[in-house]
């Protein structure tokens, strides 16, 4: 698995420090991105150090599900009961 990085920024309109942090979803295998917000830099390296150790601890896929939408919600449960109601030939 590539290595996990991240950096850190001033957001000048929100007057906030963040970190961001961008990986691939294996699902779709596009690149998604996560960001945390702080008052203080020494806060925001926190949290992404914070966000760094979720995606080597729990894995891609655990990021990924909490970037999920509605609509890959709905999607999923569509084909699901599209399953259960055509049986296979």
């Known amino acids: 698995m590539k290595s996990i990085t ?8 929100r007057k906030r420090w963040f970190g961001r942090v ?3 979803d294996p ?3 596009r690149r998604k991105y996560r960001k ?5 830099k020494t806060d925001a390296r ?5 966000l760094k150790e979720t995606l080597r601890n ?3 896929h655990a990021a990924a599900r909490e970037l999920t939408t509605f609509a890959d919600l709905a999607r999923a449960t569509f084909s699901r009961q599209l399953m259960e109601i055509l049986p296979l030939s």
């Not at 926190?46 to 914070?50: A, D, F, H, Q, S």
């Open 27 to 29: 699902r779709t295998g």
């Open 46 to 50: 926190r949290k992404l150090e914070g």
């Open 36 to 40: 945390c917000y702080a008052l203080t």
């Open 22 to 24: 961008t990986f691939t």
């Open 58 to 60: 729990k894995g891609l």
């Open 6 to 13: 991240g950096y850190l920024g001033y957001n000048e309109k």
